[in-house]
DNA sequence: ATTTAAATTTAGACAAAACTAAAAATAATT
DNA sequence: AATTATTTTTAGTTTTGTCTAAATTTAAAT
């Protein structure tokens, strides 16, 4: 159906227009794709010519109908495949994005049904985004991040906005992970970070971290 | 490492030179990949320069030692991915081919060695073929044609010549399974068609199915 | 309102992997 | 041995996705 970097571009593009309701500018979509802003305004052109995108001359770009349908077929792959490797085959969940990068390109529409039922149907992946059904459909968790709480308020580690190896690793390192109660103990004014309770540990975390971590309150 | 075209050459030269010792020609390269002669010539150079295949102008191509093990490589994980779909994902051994010739080209050390675990180490893909250990190794297993056997004789069915769906299940569909015992009735003179006994089934095949089903006496 | 800076697009080139058409080498026939 | 047929290689294009360098447009700063 689409090329290996249609379908990378148009995955760009969705995760770029969640921030902002303007179009995804040229540079952003470079940054994203690590490659040079001349490349990306080809490769805009080629998805606007297929109706994937709507594209006008530095307006920045806006996925359509179809290819908003098309970038969720991909990360419900993306992330069934990273269910897969850390429930079946003891993959890490910093381990898994890369491989979940070439598998999510893999064309088959008995494969991910028939994984999906093998995996018993999972709400979200390891690092707690949530997985679309067959239709792209798929629930927003109202979720804050760990900065924006305040002392004495607590609740669940829902999920992770970094979900780079050495952020993970770090969480492991502190025994922090998924469904772990989080409680606000103490902030400190001068650079934020927090002093934070998780289950039986307590420890002092920065603002890199607090801003990186989901909690459902 | 490589591309994905290169393995796939690569695969296809070692299926066809199983068949004899001399170097695989360019048009039977050319048929197996489905392209034209000139660009298997291209191709072929390629893979000389990078020291994965032997190759003198008009003389054949021959896999070098680092080219065999890099399609044993791909062999494994291709049969690997089928042992999965058949196992776990409810495919059926005629759906499972194109999809694991996507797959096997999915790069990951790990991946593949804790699929193998996770399948339990399997020894034979779903028709049959065996599957290479992480360091190429293999056991070829001494199976005969049935075409080969006469009158009376008996043995296990071990592996299928012919893997297209077409013939898969044709034998589906006459109970024509991998493990099962098929004896030898009658042989036909004029057409080589052959009454079997398989199982509580007594049924008459013809030579392009005989040839194309391997015992094991 | 100009000027300067930043972002974006165009033009031209390149590598990978394919193709067609023509040339060259090898194999098969007379 | 000479001719013909087949196989293989070369030469020249094409497509996809990338790049650099230059031109253009938009945004920011005097
Ligand atoms: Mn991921
Ligand atoms: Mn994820
Ligand atoms: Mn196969
Ligand atoms: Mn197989």
Chains 1, 2 share one sequence.
Do not use: C
């Not at 940054?31 to 994937?52: G, N, P």
């Amino acid at each position: 159906m689409f090329s290996l970097s249609e379908e990378n571009y148009l995955k760009a593009i969705f995760h770029l227009q969640k921030h902002s309701t303007a179009g995804v500018s040229t540079n952003a979509l470079a940054e994203e794709m690590q490659t040079k802003a001349s490349s990306v305004t080809d490769m805009v052109k080629k998805l606007s010519d297929k109706k994937l995108v709507v594209y006008k001359k530095y307006q920045g770009v806006y996925l359509s109908e179809s290819g908003r349908k098309t970038a969720l077929k991909i990360i419900r792959k993306h992330r069934l495949w990273e269910v897969f490797l850390v429930e079946k085959l003891n993959f890490s969940w910093d381990e898994v994005h890369d491989v979940a990068e070439e598998l999510e390109h893999i064309k088959s529409e008995k494969l991910i049904s028939e994984l999906d039922k093998f995996l018993d149907y999972p709400k979200r992946d390891p690092h707690g985004d949530p997985i679309p059904d067959a239709q792209g459909d798929f629930q927003v968790a109202n979720k804050t991040l760990l900065s924006d709480l305040s002392t004495g308020e607590k609740g669940t580690l829902v999920g992770v906005k970094d979900t780079s190896s050495e952020f993970l690793k770090y969480l492991d390192k502190n025994k922090i992970a998924l469904g772990k109660t989080i409680e606000v103990m103490d902030q400190e004014k001068f650079d934020g970070s927090m002093l934070i309770q998780i289950e039986k540990n307590r420890l002092r975390v920065s603002t890199q971290v607090t801003a990186n971590i989901y909690i459902k309150i």
